[in-house]
């Protein structure tokens, strides 16, 4: 497994063999790897991997290099690939990514660990290919992950010997300290285990860390895919879980949903999505009757567009004329606003919740600030969140007045030895000239987490990541890039009506970009905007961006 470090050679005469070792293991492995249609907690591994306390090694698809089986494949002429291009290739017995890069070949993992995206789709840039969905990223000669979202990184595929499964863990160390059971000492704390968390865990076992590590948090699960909560909304699926269940400096991961000031608190069946048991409340209580959401960005939308098959009806209430206003703009939201309408989810917007009204402490009713009175059964707000840090207050910790705590560039708060990251965070952004931001996506926590961990073990590296998120209904998808914050205008290309579009969010420059049908623009931005150049707004994108529609998306991912 740590051959991805030399560099692959499969140049043979005028052809390109990739060679590469298949276990029956792993073939099984391969089959059922899920391909973005798996389950909807489909973010797990084959076999969860934390280098956590243990006698056995919990990494099954390491190759055992026994029963060799080699395959050997002649995937293409030398000349049939240019510099700079990507080719999916069909082994037999699976496939590879083949990259042609400054006259050299390269070859991983062709599907993206995240959630199996085809990386052939994505964007391939100075030694690294951006996914085309969520923009995590991999090195080309590694095979290592470098942007994120996901915790696993690429096999690569060498003349010799590879291995063929469609993601690899890294090595990671063990812990060998003395559990002490009568001191009780542990070496790094980690409060919370969202995925700033986990993956500030796995890196630090990735790095070589073999004290004790322990996680400490309020919620009942093992780390799992919080991001599907809203967008897949469904009854009584298992949950898989990212780690082992097993107990694994300081750090801080905590957040709550704002509190919304309404008459009737005591009334049930009104929910906060937050957790796998909210979830499926709401999508049990919203069965064959009468949803109500409050909140027009992106979880309120998710989950009103999640429960239009299930719920006799949706109605959305909202501060704002249009949704999404506040991220993706006026224009975009308004296109937004009629899909969802011709998904028969009914707006109320301009318009405040008064009321809720219960009988037997059960929601009957929603009564709007218009006087408007809703039937509701459930009611889901999704309102935004604010940091959970109220318990640091005689800690010592710095907080700005809204509760963030700020860090520099590697995670520190202002107490040295004491980390943070995620959503509770504002930290220096350098594509925005280390002002000093919070970015609360699933992507941007998986950075912190992985900086907070090499800052921890003295090897201190800069925030290297191009903010992206991603929102999910109707089947289809918006991608988003960059950081908005401020924009004053709205450039679209494509067309808003069809839902195929590009919407570059500039002042001066281009801070942001988002789409929809458009792949794989955003990654293509995303790069742009990783490599330090500005886009500027009087010069036409072509001279940056390429913006040539390269695939569909069909499915939510
Ligand atoms: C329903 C939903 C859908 C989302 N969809 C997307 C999406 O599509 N794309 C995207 O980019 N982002 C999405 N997000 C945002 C994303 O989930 C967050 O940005 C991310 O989870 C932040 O990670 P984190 O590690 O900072 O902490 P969190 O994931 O917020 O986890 C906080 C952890 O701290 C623990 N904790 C809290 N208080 C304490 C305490 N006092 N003591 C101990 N432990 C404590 C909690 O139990 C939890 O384990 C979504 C969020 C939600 C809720
Ligand atoms: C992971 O692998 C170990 C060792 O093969 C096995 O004992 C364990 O049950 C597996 N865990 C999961 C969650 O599959
Ligand atoms: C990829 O990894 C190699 C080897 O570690 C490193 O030299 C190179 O800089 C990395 N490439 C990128 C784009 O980070
Ligand atoms: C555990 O700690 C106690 C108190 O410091 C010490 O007396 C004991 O020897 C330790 N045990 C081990 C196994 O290290
Ligand atoms: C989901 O599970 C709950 C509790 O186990 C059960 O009451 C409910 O009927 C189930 N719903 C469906 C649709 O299976
Ligand atoms: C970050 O903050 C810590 C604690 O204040 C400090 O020790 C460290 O030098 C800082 N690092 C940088 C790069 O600013
Ligand atoms: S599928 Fe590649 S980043 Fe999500």
């Known amino acids: 497994s740590h051959s991805c470090c030399s560099k692959p050679q499969f140049f043979f005469a005028v052809e390109v063999k990739v060679e590469l070792t298949l276990l029956d293991k792993e073939k099984e492995v391969d089959l059922m790897s899920p391909n973005g249609k798996a389950s909807p907690f489909s973010e797990c591994r084959p076999n969860g991997s934390l280098g956590h306390c243990s006698d056995e090694d919990t990494m099954t698809l390491r190759p055992q290099r026994k029963h060799r089986d080699y395959i050997e494949a002649s995937v293409c002429h030398v000349k049939d690939l240019e510099n700079g291009q990507m080719r999916e290739v069909d082994l037999g017995a699976g496939r590879a990514l083949l990259i042609k890069e400054h006259g050299e070949f390269f070859a991983m993992g062709h599907k993206c660990p995240h959630y199996g995206a085809p990386l052939v789709k994505g964007v391939l840039s100075k030694g690294h290919v951006r996914c085309p969905w969520h923009g995590a990223c991999f090195n080309i000669t590694t095979g290592d992950i470098e942007d ?17 499964t469609q993601r690899r863990s ?41 004290d004790r590590i322990v996680m400490c948090t309020m919620d009942k699960h093992l780390p799992y895919d919080r991001p599907k909560l809203s967008k897949v909304c469904t009854q009584n699926k298992t949950l898989k879980i990212l780690t082992n269940p097993k107990p694994m400096k300081s750090s801080f991961y905590l957040y709550r949903p704002k509190p919304l000031s309404y008459k009737g608190k005591d009334v049930g069946n009104v929910f906060h999505l937050r957790t796998p048991e909210d979830a499926n409340s709401i999508a049990t209580l919203a069965s064959s009757k009468n949803a109500v959401i409050v909140g027009t960005s992106f979880i309120g939308m998710e989950v009103a567009a999640a429960l239009t098959d299930k719920a006799h009806s949706v ?22 606003m009629k899909l969802f309408e011709s998904n028969r989810v009914k707006f109320y917007m301009l318009n405040e919740v008064w009321e809720m009204r219960g009988h037997n402490g059960q929601l009957k009713e929603v009564v709007l600030k218009s006087g408007k009175v809703l039937r509701a059964d459930v009611c889901v707000i999704g309102i935004g969140s604010s940091p959970a840090t109220a318990f640091l207050k005689q800690s010592g910790v710095h907080m700005d007045s809204k509760g963030f705590i700020p860090v520099n560039k590697t995670m520190q708060t202002n107490i040295d030895g004491v980390f943070a990251g995620g959503d509770v965070v504002t930290f220096p952004l350098a594509l925005r000239s280390n002002k000093k931001v919070n970015i609360p996506h699933w992507q941007m926590a998986h950075v912190h987490g992985r900086v907070a961990a090499l800052s921890m073990m003295g090897k201190a590296s800069d925030i290297k990541t191009v903010p992206y998120f991603w929102t999910a209904m109707f089947g289809k998808s918006i991608r988003y890039a960059g950081y908005g914050d401020g924009f004053d205008d709205v450039v679209i290309q494509g067309d808003l009506d069809e839902l195929k579009f590009v919407a570059f969010y500039t002042n001066e420059e281009v801070v942001a970009v988002a789409s929809m049908n458009y792949d794989p623009i955003v990654s293509r931005v995303a790069e742009v905007f990783g490599s330090g150049k500005t886009i500027r707004k009087h010069v036409p994108w072509f001279k940056h961006v390429n913006t040539k ?8 991912h």
């Open 170 to 210: 890294k090595a990671m160390s063990k812990c060998s300290a003395v559990i002490n059971s009568s001191t009780g000492f542990s070496h790094i704390l980690i409060i919370g285990s969202g995925p700033a968390g986990l993956v500030c865990a796995e890196t630090l076992r990735q790095e070589g860390f073999t």
């Open 148 to 164: 994120f979202p996901g915790l696993d990184s690429l096999p690569t595929f060498q003349v010799t010997h590879a291995l063929q």
């Open 549 to 556: 529609v390269t695939g569909q998306t069909s499915f939510q």
């Open 315 to 336: 109605s959305v209430i909202g501060i704002e004329a249009v949704p999404f206003r506040k991220a993706l703009g006026e224009k975009v939201g308004k296109a937004l």
